[in-house]
């Protein structure tokens, strides 16, 4: 493929909480991208590094993360193979806790993930940002490189302040270049009644900007045990639920992300 023509897509699993699946999600729809022919990037941004464990990856990057946000920084050569075809990791660094600092040394911070992404869309249809739980001066600058935040929420404790959380997020303008990110929101680790289930639904619903993705991850054992295997879930469970249903997941997300067009 002509390398200015690719149409790449930055997707980041994005949520205030630690906890809620956005590590599961980011390492699971990854897989899928990769397995279906898709050259695809995972970089853990999260300096616990939980999706550079689970692919096998020694969670060290030369210079650490000021070092990838240097101008004319050579990002490319700290990214790592996985056992995966097609899937590439740019490892979590310990050193990442500080990048907000780093991030702030630059006149424009809020810009500066997108132009240390710019060259790798060369190489990637997807590229996946696994962030860390908080919000800061990353997140703004995960929002303005992003096309789309996934956002996993976990029905039985969408406490109302979790709900103003994503209503404040959705309506900062703030995520993304004059808010073209789109916000994709999915049930995680989903066990609740169905009658819960559809009134957290339609709350989330009323929410400007936000979508929220008919595809929920359901509570299953085969998520707990990626720790144990290190390995994504389709990978060790196929048939089980967490594997179909993030395989429904990725066909949803994929869906949206294209008609909607490319960032850059
Ligand atoms: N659908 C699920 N079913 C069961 N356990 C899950 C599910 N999703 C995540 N977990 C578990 O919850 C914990 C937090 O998940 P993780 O994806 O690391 O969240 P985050 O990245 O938001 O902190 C992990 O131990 C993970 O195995
Ligand atoms: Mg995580």
Request: hydrophobic content about 40%; glycine content about 6%.
């Amino acid at each position: 493929m002509s390398k200015a023509k690719r149409d790449t897509r930055v997707i980041a699993t994005y949520n205030i909480k630690g906890g809620v699946g956005k590590t599961s999600a980011a390492v699971n729809l990854a897989y899928l991208a990769a397995k279906a022919g898709h050259p695809t990037l995972l970089w853990d941004l999260d300096p616990q590094a939980a999706s550079t464990f689970l692919f096998r990856v020694r969670p060290k990057v030369e210079g650490g993360g000021r070092g990838l946000l240097r101008k004319r920084s050579r990002t490319a050569q700290h990214i790592k193979a996985t056992d995966h075809e097609n899937l590439e990791l740019l490892p979590a660094d310990f050193s990442y806790r500080h990048l907000d600092l780093a991030l702030d040394q630059f006149k424009k911070p809020a810009g500066r993930l997108r132009k240390v992404l710019a060259p790798l869309r060369a190489d990637y249809d997807y590229i996946f940002l696994d962030c860390p739980p908080s919000i800061s001066l990353v997140s703004e600058a995960v929002f303005e490189a992003s096309d789309a935040l996934l956002v996993p929420v976990i029905p039985a404790t969408l406490s109302s302040r979790a709900y103003e959380q994503l209503e404040e997020l959705s309506r900062s303008g703030k995520v993304g270049r004059r808010g073209r990110t789109s916000i994709l929101a999915f049930f995680s680790m989903a066990n609740v009644s169905k009658q819960l289930h559809l009134q957290v639904m339609e709350r989330l619903r009323k929410i400007d900007q936000l979508t929220v993705l008919g595809a929920a991850i359901p509570t299953a054992d085969e998520v707990e045990m990626m720790g144990e295997e290190r390995n994504p879930v389709p990978v060790f469970a196929p048939d089980g639920t967490a594997a179909v249903a993030y395989a429904a997941l990725w066909a949803e997300i994929e869906q949206r992300l294209h008609s909607a067009p490319a960032g850059s």
